[in-house]
């Protein structure tokens, strides 16, 4: 029995990347791209995300929702042309975007290309909330009352705990002196307030959850929290290419109001109903659209397309490591002291963070292709946390070979490279291979993480899942990618099976 050769491997790895394209060429028949409609992953930017593409086709214009990350990644998208309009709060907008006290927010977003519409009609201003007997036991009626209990346990999203109008500025403003802070989900930190794993959170006024609970919003008593007025944020030259889409994206100015708002917020994570279906029921009552709630897709139909996407993050960018960690394992032990720096240098990339390389990737990206999020940060940070075992296990296949089985190939009279191509790679192709089928596996879990960028895979109906706190929709990602891993583990399997043990 013959040990699979580098020529196998990349035949075995080429064929997986004619299976994960197959979904791409059959959604490139557009001619022309749609309107992008962006999203912040909550429930109620969705809601209006999905309300702004429903708007845009009714102007004949083709348009879609992406779900992207937070503040940062959706602007990000706006000003880099990826997005064309997003929903987000005047409040957002000056304190953490612009960083401006200026009151013309129209002429600081100018300068940057971008037009912000009028209110939508309500406010999502932020609060800080507790359980009404929580609160009442420790003498809590109003913010400036936390002053007085340092021990109590506080959850915040991890992007209030960074935000200017968040818990820094909030801790100056009422001279917090709080220790036990934590950053988690938002609607986990609602529950582990029902639960009393925490006793404080940040909430947003229109939240179902506060009437779902009957917790207790406390008065921001020193004004610290800025209006947060909804409003569109649009391209200029969105106005240009596609007036008549603007034209109805204006139509929801001062057509939702707070009530409204938080009753369809309820509806998404209390009732687990559609967002889809929740905001085209508003608009067909509140504009009379005669667009009916769309039909929901199979969780088969979601399944294989969330399958191609997670493909097309996962099977590029472990090839790329492929084509790139077996030269430098390869490298490393032909030339020990440069080895010992690619193996640091490949380690120090495996520590970081596999979220924080997610989002160092995406300036990196935009710097390089001019797009910094979708599937490009995605693909070249999992490619990065792919070579490590590639790298390593190529080294150690080399370095494992007897040294006499070279120095006889050498005897014959073989010139280095034919050498390391006829003997040495044949010989450690069980090691390296196990190398790649590692990283393979490693690849499906961190992917998922790709969905925080708007880069698809299962990692969508993972994070909408804990959004809503909908267990059979965060399974819907769970397990498919479980599925995957153990698919891709059993056919690396396999081809190892073609390598003798031993010898």
Not at 151 to 169: A, N
Not at 179 to 200: C, F, P, S, W
Not at 220 to 228: E, H, L, R
Request: neutral net charge.
């Amino acid at each position: 029995m013959r040990r699979p050769g580098p020529i196998a491997l990349s035949s075995f790895l080429a064929s997986l990347v004619l299976v994960a394209a197959l979904p791409a060429l059959s959604g490139c028949s557009s001619a022309t791209r749609p309107v992008v409609i962006g999203s912040k992953k909550f429930t109620e930017s969705v809601v209006l995300a999905e309300m702004g593409a429903r708007l845009v086709r009714q102007a004949g214009v083709e348009a879609r929702r992406d779900d992207l990350g937070g503040t940062p990644a959706l602007w990000l998208a706006l000003t880099q042309g990826d997005v064309d309009c997003y929903p987000d709060y005047t409040g957002t907008i000056a304190r953490q975007i612009l960083k401006t006290d200026s009151p013309n927010l129209a002429a600081e977003l100018a300068g940057h290309g971008i037009r912000i519409s009028r209110s939508l009609g309500f406010r999502d201003n932020y609060a800080l909330g507790m359980r009404r007997d929580v609160a009442a036991a420790y003498g809590v009626a109003r913010t400036s009352d936390l002053r007085d209990h340092p021990e109590l346990r506080y959850g915040f999203t991890h992007e209030f705990l960074d935000r200017p109008d968040g818990w820094p500025g909030l801790k100056r403003a009422y001279d917090l002196t709080a220790t036990n802070v934590q950053g988690m989900n938002h609607t986990l930190a609602y529950r582990g307030l029902v639960e009393k794993a925490i006793d404080v959170t940040e909430m947003y006024t229109t939240d179902g959850e506060i009437a779902q609970y009957d917790l207790l919003a406390l008065p921001d008593d020193k004004d610290f929290f800025p209006s947060y007025e909804a409003v569109w944020l649009y391209r200029a030259d969105l106005a240009e290419r596609r007036p008549e889409a603007v034209d109805w994206l204006l139509r929801l100015e001062g057509r939702v109001s707070e009530t409204q708002m938080q009753r369809m917020n309820a509806a998404v994570q209390v009732e687990k109903r559609d967002e889809a279906t929740v905001a085209a029921e508003f608009l067909q009552a509140e504009l009379g659209l005669d667009a009916p709630p769309p039909e929901e897709d199979s969780r088969a139909g979601r399944i294989l397309v969330t399958t191609g996407e997670h493909l097309l993050l996962v099977v590029p960018s472990l090839l790329a490591a492929v084509l790139v960690g077996i030269p430098l394992g390869i490298v490393a032990a032909r030339r020990p002291m440069t080895g010992r720096i690619v193996l640091a240098a490949v380690s120090l990339l495996q520590t970081i963070p596999s979220l924080a390389l997610l989002l160092f990737m995406i300036p990196v990206m935009m710097w390089l292709i001019g797009r910094g999020t979708g599937a490009p940060p995605a693909i070249a940070a999992l490619f990065l946390y792919s070579l490590l075992p590639i790298v390593r296990n190529t080294h150690a296949g080399l370095l494992g070979i007897p040294r006499s089985l070279v120095e006889s190939a050498e005897a014959l009279g073989l010139p280095p490279l034919a050498v390391l191509r006829w003997v040495e790679l044949p010989l450690a192709a069980g090691t390296i291979l196990a190398g790649v089928r590692t990283a393979a596996v490693i690849n499906v879990g961190t992917a998922t993480l790709g969905g925080f960028i708007g880069a698809g895979g299962y990692g969508r109906p993972i994070l909408r899942g804990i959004d809503k706190f909908d267990v059979p929709l965060m399974l819907e990602g769970a397990i498919p990618a479980a599925i995957l891993a153990m698919t891709i583990e059993a056919a690396f399997g396999l081809l190892a099976r073609a390598a003798p043990r031993g010898g």
